[in-house]
């Protein structure tokens, strides 16, 4: 059964050249993990980069690109939730991208229709170094079990971003203006300082969106991008808006503003 997986085209950036791959420069392995109490199952992806390397998260920033998955041949899989580590930022010919480098664990809780689930499919991204190249790499796993734990994935689950209510959020406005190919918006988060580099990353469905330029002041972390719509009839939806605030190591995922 295939699953659908989020696509995000890319639209007026500039992406980075590529070339063709070299042999090894990532390797992937599915880590079987285990069932959870509700019945869902945990398996990791583990991604593994050459010395030097690095990889794209969910939001990639201006020059990335997001990772996109192929589920064909899975059975008894009807759903898949990331739960994506912390991710890095990096400076990629003068734009940030954000990312992993070395090896990186990704948990996806999947939700079947049996004890027994069969996991295969395929994994498009994009790796970096002095050059950028696309690589595409098949997975597969049978769990026929209810497997056992497993600290690889464990510790990836920890390192998530924060929740908004553990990072002492309390309060997050958004307000939209027209521009010439969508709108400007700007996100007021109400939060404690994490340093004096934070950044903020905003994705909105069915849109594209610039890179932000975050200020502080005092308690208010404020975030302005533009969002160009991908689709017809677009709306903005604050409920559907998402924030990640990144700095000194840590994250905090943020759900939906008010206006």
């Known amino acids: 059964m295939r699953v659908a997986a989020a696509i995000i085209a890319l639209f007026g950036i500039s ?3 590529f070339a063709e791959a070299p042999q090894g420069v990532a390797t992937i392995d599915i880590i079987p993990g285990w ?3 509700s019945g869902t199952r945990m398996v990791g992806l583990k991604i593994t980069l ?11 920033g201006d020059a990335g690109i997001p990772p996109q998955f192929e589920w064909t041949g899975s059975e008894n899989i009807s759903g898949a939730a990331f739960h994506w580590p912390t991710p890095e930022l990096f400076d ?3 734009a940030v991208t954000i990312g992993y480098h070395g090896t990186v664990v990704i948990p996806i809780e999947l939700t079947g229709d049996g004890d027994t689930m069969y996991l295969s499919g395929e994994i498009d991204m994009g790796v970096c170094n002095d050059i950028c190249v ?6 597969d796993a049978l769990l026929a079990d209810k497997g056992g734990p497993n600290a690889a994935i464990a510790g990836a689950l920890i390192d998530q971003p924060m929740t908004a209510d553990r990072a002492n959020v309390s309060k997050v406005q958004c307000s939209a203006v027209p521009i010439r190919d969508g709108l400007r918006l700007t996100a007021s988060i109400e939060m404690p300082t994490f340093d004096d580099n934070e950044f903020v990353v905003v994705e909105a469905p069915g849109a594209w969106v610039s890179e932000s330029h975050s200020t502080r002041d005092g308690g208010v972390l404020t975030a302005t991008v533009d969002v160009v719509p991908m689709v017809q009839g677009y709306m903005l939806d604050r409920s559907q808006i998402r924030l990640t605030v990144l700095g000194a190591g840590r994250a905090v995922d943020i759900q939906g503003c008010t206006g």
């Open 50 to 60: 050459a010395d030097g390397w690095k990889t794209y998260w969910r939001a990639p």
């Open 35 to 37: 069932q959870t109490p």
């Open 134 to 139: 696309p690589v595409s790499l098949n997975f």
């Open 15 to 17: 992406s980075p050249a």
């Open 92 to 94: 990629t010919n003068g």
